[in-house]
Structure formats: structure tokens, C-alpha cells
């Protein structure tokens, strides 16, 4: 077992983060161009908890993530890639995921009114084009964050981390952190897999 090669603080760094590490919080990204932008979300996923995230890439190539420019969060984040938005979405579903499209639309709610303590699928789309219009309209809701500048949108890392830290936020208040929501021999693997990195 190489839990005995750890050092006692590398170790009880990787128990802990193992532990909070929210399964019923996931990411989608869909068509994101840049690599940086790319690298940036894996970032904040691995900063606020998120375990696994779909790659769903319809027109783009697939990214190529760096580890310098993801500081390795790739590393400690599994990654699922599809190549159509209704085999993305049917699997989420058959998970029990409700799906959010970051989208600005008439019948987005304020990124403020989501309740973020449920299952819930976060999908993010291409720097230009945003969400495709058959993922904005598969997904059970969309939302949008509230601006009060002329531009109307954000950079899609920033528009993540926007909303990634707002579910932190709300998942903090119910002290989700503190539990682990895989079973222990779950927990166990995951927490072997990592020492093994």
C-alpha cells in the first residue's frame, strides 16, 4: 500500500481532500476553445470539491491540458468526453443530475435564486458562442449571473468560478464539507488511488 510512503502531512492532505470532495456537484464544458480557459475551470473544480467533469466537444478538437497552466488539478479530477450533447445529458440524468446551462436568455434565473446543494450539473459553453442550442434546450434550467456593467459576459473561467464558489458558498452553509458523500470503500480507493500519484 503506498498510504506508508506518504509523509504524515501529505497524507492526511490527500484523507481530507478525498473526503470533501462533492459528488453531487459537476461540471460540463462544451466546445471551450482556449486550453487556458480550459485549465482555469480544472482549477477551480479541484479548488471548490469537484470530483469529475464532462468534456463535451461537438465542434472543437479536445483540449490538450497543461499541467503547468492547470497547476495538475487534471491530475486529481476524472474527466468523461462525449461527442454528442444527448448522450452527455442522458448519462447525468440516469446519475440524477439536474442540469443548469450558463445561458443569458428570458427564462434564466439569476445565478443567486439556484439552489446549489442538490445534484446538480453545471454546463458551460464556447467563448463565443456560448451554449449550443441544443444543449440550451435539453438542459432543465438556465441561468445567468448578474452584471451591472455595459459588457454583458464574463470570460467562461471567470463565469465558472463565479458560479462554482457561489455553490462553495451554499454547501459551506450546510456543512457538505465536513461528510463524505462516497461510501467508505469508495472513499478508501479514491484515497488509494491518489497516494499512488
Wanted: contains cysteine.
Amino acid at each position: 500500500m503506498m498510504r506508508k510512503f506518504k509523509t504524515e502531512e501529505r497524507l492526511q492532505r490527500i484523507i481530507s481532500t478525498a473526503n470533501s470532495r462533492q459528488i453531487s456537484l459537476h461540471v460540463v464544458m462544451e466546445n471551450i476553445h482556449d486550453p487556458h480557459n480550459v485549465s482555469a475551470i480544472f482549477r477551480t473544480c479541484d479548488a471548490v470539491g469537484v470530483p469529475k467533469i464532462s468534456l463535451l466537444y461537438t465542434i472543437e478538437s479536445f483540449p490538450k491540458i497543461s499541467k503547468t497552466s492547470s497547476s495538475s488539478a487534471n491530475k486529481w479530477i476524472e474527466v468523461e468526453k462525449f461527442k454528442q450533447p444527448s448522450e452527455c445529458y442522458e448519462r447525468l440524468r440516469t446519475e440524477g443530475f439536474k442540469i443548469y446551462a450558463s445561458m443569458l436568455n428570458r427564462n434564466a434565473k439569476n445565478l443567486y435564486e439556484i439552489d446549489f446543494t442538490g445534484k446538480v450539473a453545471l454546463v458551460f459553453g464556447n467563448e463565443k458562442r456560448g451554449v449550443s442550442p441544443q444543449t440550451e434546450k435539453s438542459a432543465d434550467e438556465t441561468f445567468y449571473i448578474p452584471m451591472r456593467g455595459m459588457i454583458q459576459s464574463l470570460n467562461v473561467s471567470v463565469a465558472a468560478a463565479v458560479t462554482l464558489y457561489e455553490a462553495q458558498r451554499q454547501r459551506s452553509i450546510k456543512d457538505m464539507y465536513s461528510r463524505s458523500e462516497l461510501p467508505p470503500e469508495e472513499l478508501d480507493a479514491l484515497i488509494d488511488k491518489w497516494c499512488n500519484k
